[in-house]
């Protein structure tokens, strides 16, 4: 249990920021928020406040240059990519898989560079306060396990994937046949199930349809609807060459125009508890059936810079087609592993596909929605709005606590005289990183 006096920052309204001042707010011991009341002066005793389980609790009072608010949500990253983070952009998609990706994976069956490269990714994203991510794994086992652990012992609420592919895989990196890559996924699954642990949740992760035949699709998603319809990833109409690859492989399908789109559904594979990643070329018949399925789109806009071929169009396929979004870094697809990194794109993305849209600033997307979609938006997409996105009575306390005081080395500087709090969230959210995240709470467990 925890009592802190702080200003709450949030986005329960999409595009808006709300601030809430001097707000006496109670964690009980399951982590749920029991009590926020604002406006409550230092000076007043919290008892006159708060219901008896919470009184005599010891009271964090934060200075006026910090301020909670909730937990980034990373929809897409390649836990063992990390690795190499920051490095290898070089090359398209289809190249930059083989020449960095599967070599880095592969190098993961070594159980203790696993542990090392995990447990330093999943510390980077706490510090960064990322409260929930959405991870791919390799397609190993063991090591997929150890990711699993980690992200428990580290505490962090993690979406965990064990990666499975049958084909056009290099032949040292492929489970290469479906029910070999079923039998796997499945001893993940009960692996990650017997722990009882709600806070780690197993994934069902076809790479992408080049490397999945569709009898492991189809075998997939039967798994997904056996363990009572547990979340699905992968990746869908990210790039040129990947398009181009799928219809080399499907020709019988729409005429040779077959896509990411149909196939998963037709392979049962689109649920509301999809997340598909990039979604960059989709079109508007694929958006409707999305919709339809209530499957969401996990968008990269760092990555897709580099290896999409164009800008996922987040105003017109979120704000006016409706279509379910979050925000991830695609680690190392993207090469920053931080959640803010990812909203500033977001923004940067929409106002480079203004320059030449027909309906110019129109469809920019301004800094506040894209936190909103950092955040309520990843929360929707794996199903868990209920619970996290926001600091409210009921929700979980998944939470950071930002510091932008001028004891704090960052690039944030802070002018007294001249700058609202709503600027200081600004220039924190535009500048601010790491450094400023002075703790993170994940279920109301300290784990920064
Ligand atoms: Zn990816």
Redesign the pocket.
């Known amino acids: 249990m925890s009592v802190f006096h702080a200003t709450i920052v949030h986005t329960p309204v999409r595009g808006e920021l709300q601030v809430l001042r001097d707000c006496l707010i109670a964690v009980d011991t399951n982590g749920i928020i029991g009590a926020i009341h604002s406006n409550v002066p230092t000076s007043a005793s919290p008892e006159t406040f708060l219901t008896s389980e919470f009184h005599g609790l010891p009271v964090r009072y934060l200075s006026k240059h910090q301020f909670l608010m909730p937990g980034f949500i990373d929809t897409?990253v390649?836990a063992p990519q990390y690795s190499y983070t920051g490095s290898g952009t070089d090359v398209p998609l289809m190249t930059w898989l083989n020449k960095y990706a599967f070599p880095a994976e592969r190098l993961l069956t070594s159980l203790p560079l696993a542990r090392d490269v995990y447990t330093r990714l999943v510390r980077r994203l706490l510090r960064n306060g990322t409260t929930t991510a959405l991870y791919?794994a390799t397609l190993h086992l063991e090591p997929t396990k150890i990711l699993a652990d980690i992200v428990e012992d580290l505490g962090q609420r993690g979406f965990v994937g064990k990666a499975s592919m049958d084909r056009n895989a290099p032949d040292d990196y492929s489970e290469h046949t479906a029910d070999a890559a079923l039998q796997s996924a499945e001893s993940f699954i009960q692996y990650v199930i017997g722990k009882a642990n709600p806070l780690v949740v197993p994934v069902i992760t076809p790479r992408f349809i080049p490397t999945c035949s569709l009898d492991l699709l189809r075998g997939l998603a039967d798994l997904s609807r056996r363990y009572g319809n547990l979340p699905i990833q992968s990746?869908i109409s990210e790039s040129h060459d990947e398009i181009a690859f799928v219809r080399s492989l499907h020709p019988e399908l729409e005429h040779g125009n077959g896509c990411d789109t149909t196939i998963f559904d037709s392979c049962g594979l689109l649920t509301p508890r999809t997340v598909m990643?990039h979604g960059v070329h989709l079109t508007e018949k694929n958006i409707s059936v999305l919709k339809q399925r209530g499957s969401s789109v996990a968008v990269c806009p760092l990555s897709n810079f580099y290896f999409a071929n164009g800008i996922f169009p987040l105003h017109e396929h979120h704000l006016e087609k409706g279509l379910k979004c979050g925000l991830g870094t695609?680690v190392a697809?993207g090469y920053s592993p931080s959640m803010l990194h990812s909203v500033r794109t977001a923004v940067v993305a929409s106002k480079a596909l203004a320059l030449t849209h027909p309906r110019g600033k129109e469809v920019e997307v301004d800094w506040r929605t894209a936190v909103w979609v950092a955040t309520v938006g990843g929360a929707r997409c794996l199903g868990i709005e209920d619970q996290v996105g926001t600091l409210e009575v009921g929700k979980v306390f998944d939470a950071v606590l930002v510091d932008v005081g001028d004891e704090v080395v960052g690039a944030v500087d802070v002018f007294e005289e001249m700058d609202s709090l709503e600027r200081v969230v600004e220039k924190f959210i535009h500048l601010g990183d790491e450094r400023n995240v002075a703790g993170v709470w994940v279920q109301g467990k300290k784990v920064v």
């Open positions: 897409h390649h791919f990746h990643a695609d697809g």
